[in-house]
């Protein structure tokens, strides 16, 4: 029996594919004992595995995570890229707030890829840019069909464990091929009449880049918060924290409150309307739940 150590590249009907450094992947299943925290086992963990003398192996350990994602579900990585379209899909202020927001709260750093500039009316890309750029996020605005600003995106991500997350039909897939020609991931059109992905890649899973690797993600169509504690949520936005200095209460809600750093910095125009609307949007999903659960 010989004993290895490696990560989870993906997850396919009870199979893990490790890779442990060697050429080939190790194709293990979960020992018997560990079967209740086969749930939780997930792309991007670090295993330990023992291979008995037919070669069957075993993953017999999980290592401490060093990160969490539940959305899309991975472990271990040092950057989130919260891919969207422009346009075709429409390009959502609350979805990618929302994930930015699941990217703070895993400790995660995040960038914003702006993908299919090329089909982007005049002023769409800017504006978009503007929002996040001054929330203090990088922003890349590319277009992975023709090819453009995908070799800036490139050397952001050398040796490093990145994710492409976002929504059906924004091109994540078609982002990594750009990146890498070699990759040949499937992708698929966007549906005219909906204006929706069709969900191509069904599972997440690791793609060895330049010394780390790019995960390619399923699409997501909304993403729910619900579970989020109300009080950590205007952490999750990164610009607030300068004005806080402002608000006359401690801890606050940015939102009744009648001394607000964060308001007065939303009427000067140093926080864009559409963060704090996303802001109130998720903090009421979040009460709503709460008093759903108080009735039960
Ligand atoms: N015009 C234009 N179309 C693009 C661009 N990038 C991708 N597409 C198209 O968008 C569609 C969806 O691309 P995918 O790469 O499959 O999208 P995805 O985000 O991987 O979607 P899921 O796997 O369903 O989550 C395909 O028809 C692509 O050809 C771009 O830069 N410009
Ligand atoms: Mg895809
Ligand atoms: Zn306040």
Redesign the pocket.
Known sequence: MSIGQGRIIKTYNGYYYVDSGTDELVTCKVKGKLKQIRFSLCTGDIVEFETNHNGESMITRILPRRNFMLRPTIANVDLIIV?F?CI?PDFSYLLADKLLVLAEQAGIPAVICL?????APAGLVAEIEAVYKRAGYEVYA?????G?NVGKLKDRLYGKITV?A?????????????IEPGMQ??????SEKIGR??????FAHLLPFAGGYLA?????GNLNLEELDDKKLAACFREFAGFEDGCKFTPCTHTHEPICGVKDALAAGEIAQSRYESYLTILEEIKSKKEKDGRK
Do not use: E
Not at 166 to 178: D, F, Y
Not at 185 to 190: A, H, N, P
């Open positions: 891919a379209a075709n993908n299919k500039i090329d089909l590319i277009s992975a069909q023709q453009i492409f976002g929504p059906s039909g924004v091109g994540k897939s078609s982002t990594l091929n750009a991931l499937v992708t698929g059109s966007v992905g069709k969900h191509t890649t069904r390619d993600t399923p699409g997501f």
